[in-house]
């Protein structure tokens, strides 16, 4: 009988902006989360209660507002903890009334399994990819997408910290990691780590210089 996995990650598209929302629950203990409960909350909670989880927290990657336009009601209704960097902590609690910030590296348990919060600033100076070591899942938000990248031309963006988000916390994942981005932007809904270093120019540009080139905006001084 194969061994039940200690996380599955449900991706769907939800909205008008192509957003990526995940639900991540615990098959062995029926405890759920959400990320980034932007539209269509509706849908998000159909499979909620399709596998008859139970929704304790609430992920986030940032708090741009296309990807906290559900959050009031995604809390509301399920009563969960929203965790997020303490950077974007006072924004989340516009929309929530239990909100906690994240510490980088720290984990956070879905019943069995755990997300690993990784600080990932250069979109945002708040971004947290989200890394499942059980699963080799990676949920990036706006920091990586496939085959390209999240905008460092935001108020509170930053080149150089995207370079090192970048080349040095998400590189030193395991290459068969699987990429959950925040928005359907790339050929395919998900790929690896392998390939996005092997294709996406947004990370073989691996100097500062070859990456505002890419991005088309100035060194910064």
């Not at 957003?19 to 932007?38: H, Q």
């Not at 997300?115 to 979109?123: E, L, N, S, T, V």
């Not at 395991?174 to 959950?180: D, G, S």
Request: contains cysteine.
């Amino acid at each position: 009988m194969p061994e039940i996995p200690a996380l599955e990650i449900v991706q769907l598209e939800v909205g008008l902006l192509q957003n990526f929302c995940e639900v991540i629950g615990c098959p062995r203990t029926g405890k759920a989360a959400l990320v980034d409960p932007a539209f269509e909350v509706d849908r998000l909670m159909k499979i909620v209660r399709e596998r008859a989880w139970t929704v304790e927290t609430i992920l986030l990657t940032h708090t741009h507002d296309d990807h906290v336009a559900g959050l009031d009601e995604a809390a509301a209704e399920t009563g969960a903890v929203v965790r997020c960097h303490p950077l974007e902590v006072d924004v989340a609690r516009r929309f929530a009334a239990r909100v906690e910030p994240v510490a980088d590296s720290e984990d956070v348990w879905i019943g069995e399994g755990r997300m690993r919060a990784i600080w990932a600033p250069g979109h945002t100076p708040g971004c947290v990819c989200w890394y499942g070591p059980e699963t080799e899942g990676l949920v990036t938000g706006d920091v990586l997408f496939v085959g390209s990248c999240g905008g460092v031309s935001y108020e509170g963006s930053d080149p150089k910290a995207m370079v090192d988000t970048l080349q040095r916390k998400l590189g030193s994942l395991p290459e068969q990691t699987r990429l959950y981005p925040g928005h359907d932007y790339g050929k395919t809904p998900t790929s690896t780590l392998m390939w996005e270093f092997a294709s996406n120019p947004a990370l073989r540009a691996d100097t500062l210089e070859a990456f505002c080139a890419y991005k088309r905006v100035a060194v910064p001084t």
